[in-house]
């Protein structure tokens, strides 16, 4: 008799502990998904400014701002091997 208690105190720890475990997980998982929630929107946010920055009115706009100038006509460099590289020539 006192084994068959014992065995039942055993299981009834066992699940009893196991649930804690369980939800000690659920509460580290939940944690988990709101930070994920958190980066998935900075990472949106970043993807964003970046796509904004790469954008060609942005280019154009900050080489203005930089002294740059349009190249009204290519130059090409013919190299010793026959390669042909084109080079923008100076803005008139």
Known sequence: MALVLA???????????L?????ENAFKLD???TKQAGLD?????????????????????RAKFYGLVP??????LVLPDGTRLEM???SK
């Open 7 to 17: 065995l039942v105190l055993t299981g009834v720890v066992g699940i009893l502990v």
């Open 19 to 23: 649930n804690t475990r369980i939800a």
């Open 31 to 33: 944690a988990l998904k």
């Open 41 to 61: 929107r900075d990472e949106e946010r970043l993807r964003s400014d970046l796509a904004n920055k790469e954008s060609p009115v942005t280019l154009a706009s």
């Open 71 to 76: 190249s009204r006509s290519p130059a090409f």
């Open 88 to 90: 923008p020539g100076p």
